[in-house]
């Protein structure tokens, strides 16, 4: 005899709203990674090594983080959904290049990303929250990991005293 799970009261169920403001931020999460490796793999120049390296750490994260918002939405009884096609049409990241790519323009490129996913990181927050506090949380891991990363990556282009550079394609 084959027993159907029964689920108590106290379970609760991720609303449609909460399990797409995770999926949004999910399609992201999977793009930045995809994105970081399409960089570390083709970018070139003067300190190519170092930002070869800031890229592994950024695909490490990216791939980190998306999998934890997936087993988030999972727990939530959502159903996450990063295949190939829905991260190509969902995703909120500018494209970025097939070809080599310079390390200077890798970083602008790399750091739009990273801040395009904060921003949909930061976008649904609240709406977030809101429902689910624990989900929220972990959006400001997230947020926290990735602005710090952006930071980093970016000081390879940056000049003394120059502040904060628009980089946004």
């Given at each position: 005899?084959?027993?159907?799970?029964?689920?108590?009261?106290?379970?609760?169920?991720?609303?449609?709203?909460?399990?797409?403001?995770?999926?949004q931020l999910l399609v992201d999460l999977t793009d930045l990674h995809l994105q970081g490796k399409q960089a570390h793999w083709n970018v070139v120049g003067k300190n190519f090594r170092d930002l070869h390296?800031?890229?592994?750490?950024l695909v490490d994260g990216a791939r980190e983080f998306s999998?934890?918002?997936?087993?988030?939405?999972r727990a939530l009884y959502a159903v996450p959904d990063a295949r190939a096609v829905t991260v190509a049409n969902t995703s909120s990241l500018p494209p970025f290049p097939a070809e080599e790519v310079s390390t200077s323009e890798t970083v602008d490129l790399i750091v739009s990303s990273i801040y395009a996913t904060t921003a949909t990181g930061r976008r649904i927050h609240d709406e977030v929250d809101a429902e689910d506090p624990t989900s929220a949380d972990i959006i400001h891991t997230i947020l926290e990991r990735l602005e710090q990363l952006a930071w980093m990556i970016d000081a390879e282009n940056r000049t003394p005293g120059e502040g904060v550079r628009s980089i946004h394609a």
């Open positions: 005899m084959t027993q159907t799970p029964t689920r108590s009261a106290r379970v609760f169920v991720a609303s449609e709203t909460l399990a797409a403001d995770l999926q390296l800031q890229l592994d750490e999998d934890t918002v997936a087993e988030r939405m």
